[in-house]
């Protein structure tokens, strides 16, 4: 999957808004105000490249995951290391190089969207499910 791919993929997400509160270079997805990804390119700052272990120019995402999937994952695909900037135990940072799936880098995105809706207000989800149905929201 690709920057352009991700970014379909996350705004088809219900109610799904792109903001920039950190800047620029760094898009930020969010249901309700909660953020539930982050999506960039990785830039030509060498502590970051160092830290991400890519190249200048790779595209780059933050999702929420459970803790025990977040270490599952990280072992299964080297692509996937703990949260850049984030909680290491709640949210990895996906590399998009190409060597893992689409298919589940669309189940991650999905994963992460369903955790931060499952932790709004109840009146908040509620109404979600209401208007969009439990099966667009959470992923098993």
């Not at 270079?25 to 999506?39: I, N, P, Q, S």
Request: charged letters at 25%; glycine letters at 8%; a negative charge.
């Amino acid at each position: 999957m690709d920057y352009q791919a991700a970014e379909k993929h996350l705004l088809e997400k219900p109610e799904a808004i792109k903001d920039y509160p950190f800047g620029p270079d760094v898009a930020v997805f969010k249901v309700r105000h909660k953020m539930f990804a982050t999506l960039g390119v990785a830039g030509s700052d060498e502590n970051a490249l160092k830290a991400l272990g890519v190249k200048a120019g790779t595209a780059t995402m933050n999702l929420k995951c459970d803790p025990d999937q977040a270490l599952a994952l990280r072992d299964i695909f080297p692509a996937v290391i703990p949260g850049y900037h984030m909680n290491k135990r709640h949210w990895n940072t996906v590399i998009l190089d190409d060597s893992i799936p689409s298919g589940e880098v669309a189940r991650m995105i999905d994963h992460s969207y369903g955790l931060v809706v499952n932790g709004l207000p109840i009146a908040e989800r509620q109404a979600l499910e209401l208007r969009y149905g439990r099966e667009k929201l959470y992923v098993e």
